[in-house]
């Protein structure tokens, strides 16, 4: 293999969610009809987000949650928790391959005992949606695709609109801010309350960066959101 080729990593995209005034995109890598390892393309700014240049295909569109597609990378740059981040190679874009169907994910899946660190939640609404700064160094990674059927998402203005998501996993409750923006647009019209989805698969990820709460010290930490959301039950099992 030349050098050009070991530098093309081609994933299916499985978040393409907010990061302070940019997106975090993380796919795992799709191999000869296999769905692998995690990955994350960064960027080399601070905050390691991907611009729009960075991450839109050629025709300027967005990477949506299934499609499959190519981007080059520099090096591993793994970071604390985050050991599945590359850095990619500069603000080429992304090309699109295909697109997985979603139940071919099911068996790729991952199946860990528990989302990071438990019993540490936001003061407001959240349920085990936080490591606090003391843990973090228990934790090594920092991606996880699960499917926890019952799925329910909040909408929620106390202080701020917010979308949450609500699930069980593996008799542990979560309330998580869910930042996948193209799931939230469908419910941004919606009056506050709750909305089941019978079957989902989502991708939880752990921030990269501690969140702190000066007024709120149990609510400092980093926090655990849902990054994507596709909902099975919309499209039907096989």
Known sequence: MNT?????????CLANSRKHNDRCVAGKIYESGRVLEWIRPISSRQGEELSEAERQYQNG?????????E??????KPSGHQSENFLISGPKHFSKIGTLNATDLLKSVDKP????????????????????????????????????HTFIVQIVSRFSRQTRGKFTY????????ITDPVFELNYRSKPDGEY?????????????????????????????????????SSLGRK
Do not use: C
Request: proline share 7%; net charge neutral.
């Open 4 to 12: 050009d080729a070991q530098k093309i990593r081609r994933i299916v």
């Open 61 to 69: 569109v967005e990477p949506k949650l299934l499609d499959i597609f």
């Open 71 to 76: 981007f080059s990378i520099l090096e591993p």
């Open 113 to 148: 005992v528990n989302l990071w660190i438990m019993g540490h939640q936001s003061k407001t609404y959240g349920k085990n949606d936080l490591v606090p700064p003391d843990r973090i160094n228990e934790v090594k990674n920092s991606l996880y695709l699960i499917n926890p």
């Open 170 to 177: 593996l008799g542990a409750e979560y309330n998580l801010k």
């Open 196 to 232: 089941k989805i019978q079957d989902a698969l989502l991708t939880i990820s752990l921030a990269h960066d501690v969140h702190t709460v000066p007024k709120s010290p149990q609510s400092t930490g980093y926090y655990k959101v849902i990054a994507g959301v596709i909902d099975i």
